[in-house]
């Protein structure tokens, strides 16, 4: 059952959840109940469920398990940067292997955790990257620095392909000003209300900020941008 707790629009975190392990997914659900700060706006079992959820009012975190009965979360990870821009997505996952976890990253998810730990937990990660942060489990994020250690995927020669790759990309001011806001970590919806615009203004404005900055995540965009100039180091 989805929650009716009553809070200030601003104080509350809306939750999306993609996951069909009954048990952990109960879990998650009331460990979000009982968490002031949250609301569980919608809950998919399935891939194809996950989907047509994209289709209703973004959420402010989408928490997406890999192992769906139908298909990979990935398409829904994907899908999400695409109809739900503003979105915060994490995925929550018992896949460890780098190819999940780099598929995952480069769809659009910001963090990565494992299943190694209470729901609790998973809910003080959720705050962690609602507020801008990219939460990531220590194993993952081992297997990534150690991705980069390779000759073949140094960070030197990503930066370098970069460089070669891209030129700086051209921002109206009003895409600037969401850029910023999005740093500071305000949601989509308080974006809206700073703006004076229209909630689904503000979302063409992100789509369009990734387009030209191709990246496909808020961190992406955050990291590129700062990496252009456009953005305060």
């Known amino acids: 059952m989805l929650s ?8 509350v975190i809306h939750v999306a959840l993609v996951e069909d392990d009954v048990n952990f997914q109960n879990a998650l659900m009331a460990a979000i109940e009982t968490a002031p700060d949250m609301m569980l706006q919608s809950v998919a ?19 997406v398990d ?23 997505i994490m995925v929550s ?18 963090g990565y955790l494992l299943k190694d730990s209470a729901p609790e937990k998973l809910v003080f990660e959720i705050r962690s990257l609602h507020a801008g942060g990219s939460p990531i489990s220590p194993l993952i994020a081992r297997q990534i620095l150690m ?32 850029l910023e ?6 949601t989509a919806n308080e974006i809206a209300g700073l703006m004076r615009v229209s909630h689904h203004t503000v979302l063409t404005y992100v789509r369009r900020i990734y387009a030209k900055l191709e990246v496909n995540s ?5 990291y590129e941008a700062r990496h252009q100039g456009l953005l305060e180091k």
């Open 66 to 88: 890999l192992g769906l009965p139908d298909g990979s979360g990935i398409d829904v990870v994907r899908e999400a940067q695409v109809q739900w821009p503003g979105c915060n």
């Open 181 to 186: 806001y999005i740093t500071k970590g305000f």
């Open 218 to 222: 808020k961190a992406e965009a955050i």
């Open 93 to 110: 996952t018992t896949f460890g292997d780098e190819s999940h976890v780099m598929q995952s990253i480069e769809a659009g998810a910001s």
């Open 45 to 63: 079992s399935t891939r194809a469920q996950g989907l047509r959820m994209l289709d209703n009012t973004p959420a402010d975190v989408l928490v």
């Open 147 to 178: 991705r980069f250690r390779r000759p073949d995927h140094s960070a030197t020669a990503f930066v370098e392909r970069s460089d070669a790759s891209k030129q700086c990309a051209a921002l109206s001011a009003r895409e600037r000003e969401v």
């Open 4 to 11: 009716n707790k009553s809070h200030p629009e601003r104080s």
